[in-house]
């Protein structure tokens, strides 16, 4: 035995450091197809970031959210603007994203016949009710060399939801108003 043991050494070594490692690998794929992982968003708050998990809420999330949702809707040019409406989209009701639908089929026609550029900047958001928010924006469109600068007052309604890897976020928007 001690004559095998000098002469196999190094091959019973490596096989069973071969043998370890495949059990491992075996056990950690397993845990990991039983492990429900959780949508976790990281946001910014103030100066630092911030983990929210599943169930916390973080006191600048509905702002974060509202602004996020409006660069999406108002801010692009004519390649950008299918991208930005498709993934407003999954911030939004299904019932409101059928309805809106046909407008921003009609808005992306108008943009790429006369290349248009869009930007907006949020001035200030005001909370009316619960999850019933008033948002002042300064809107900035440049279109055929022309930029026209205006300010408008958009009225957005929210219902919290269950997040996702479409929507991170624990709202989505059920209502939209702009004046």
Not at 89 to 99: A, C, F, P, T, V
Not at 125 to 151: A, D, Q
Not at 162 to 177: A, C, L, M, T
């Amino acid at each position: 035995m001690k004559l095998f043991w000098l002469i196999y050494k190094n091959e019973v070594v490596c096989i069973c450091l071969t043998i370890s490692l495949f059990l491992w690998g075996l056990l950690s794929t397993i845990l990991a197809f039983q492990n429900k992982s959780q949508v976790i968003l990281i946001g910014k708050i103030g100066e630092s970031y911030q983990l929210i998990e599943s169930e916390e809420k973080a006191p600048l999330e509905t702002e974060n959210f509202i602004r996020h949702f409006i660069s999406l809707t108002l801010n692009f040019d004519e390649k950008s603007y299918k991208r930005h409406i498709s993934l407003a989209g999954d911030l939004m009701l299904e019932d409101l994203w059928e309805k809106k639908k046909p407008e921003f089929k009609e808005m992306a026609g108008f943009i790429k016949t006369n290349k248009v550029i869009q930007s907006s900047e949020v001035l200030g958001i005001k909370k009316i009710k619960t999850n019933h928010y008033e948002v002042k924006i300064r809107n900035y469109l440049f279109k055929k060399g022309i930029l026209m600068e205006t300010n408008k007052l958009i009225l957005l309604s929210l219902v919290e939801n269950k997040r996702s890897y479409e929507n991170p976020w624990r709202y989505s928007v059920s209502s939209v108003e702009v004046k």
